[in-house]
């Protein structure tokens, strides 16, 4: 299993400002993702991160929307850019431990509840 | 949308009784997963069941995978209050490691 952690927990934040979350994980991991959960709705993945590179987008996402840094193994940022009401939702990140095998189980951060004002 | 479907989409019994929830997905896949989430919260992993299997169990939880009908159930027995939750199954196609979630299950456990 993995500990992660996420900062900040919670925020309020004014619309057409930028809000970067923090991932930190216990132990060193080879994939992390970013997912987003709209009110009510199901997790959707914006992106993986990808160590020492560029992170791969989902459809329907963009980098200069949702840019994500991944300096080592254990951290990660995601950044939430020119924000509007229409981006209030939960983000959350998850790793995945592929030394066992690709095909395992992803651990989640608790989530950063977002409201845009 | 290549997002999986759950039902039923709210679930509501008493407290002892069996629950069950049905995933159906779209692709063909390597595994599924079941996840719970508690009151918006980070999700925790329940269990994982691979294309070639067909049930498992861990706890008071059974899994069933019907790759021909490309749907999953979880049934979770003897059911307590701190079973409420939502439940979300995720389907990891085959060739990828990308976790695509269905619409969850809300389920209410009461005393």
């Known amino acids: 299993s993995a500990v992660i952690s996420q900062k900040p927990s919670r925020d309020i934040c004014q619309r057409g400002t930028s809000l970067t979350i923090q991932c930190q994980v216990d132990?060193?991991?080879?994939?992390m993702f970013w997912y987003r959960q709209q009110p009510g709705q199901s997790l959707t993945l914006i992106a993986t991160a990808n160590q020492g590179s560029e992170a791969t987008y989902e459809s329907g996402f963009v980098i200069d929307k949702f840019p994500i840094s991944r300096p080592n193994l254990t951290f990660s940022t995601l950044t939430v850019s020119n924000m509007s009401p229409e981006d209030s939702s939960i983000y959350l990140c998850s790793v995945q431990h592929t030394l066992a095998g690709p095909y395992n189980e992803q651990f989640f951060g608790p989530g950063t509840r977002l409201t845009v004002l | 949308s290549q997002q999986g479907e759950e039902d039923p989409q709210a679930l509501s019994i008493q407290e002892g009784e069996n629950a069950t929830m049905n995933c159906s997905y779209k692709?063909?896949?390597?595994?599924l997963q079941w996840y719970r989430q508690n009151s918006g919260r980070g999700l925790v992993h329940l269990i994982l069941?691979?294309?070639?299997?067909r049930e498992k169990h861990s706890g008071r939880l059974r899994v069933t995978l019907d790759t021909s009908k490309k749907s999953s159930s979880l049934l979770i027995t003897a059911s307590r209050a701190a079973d409420t939750a939502s439940y979300f199954c995720a389907s990891v196609p085959g060739g990828g490691n990308k976790l695509t979630f269905g619409t969850g299950t809300q389920l209410k456990v009461e005393l």
């Open positions: 069941i691979r294309s070639n299997e």
């Open positions: 132990s060193q991991v080879t994939m």
């Open positions: 692709t063909s896949i390597n595994n």
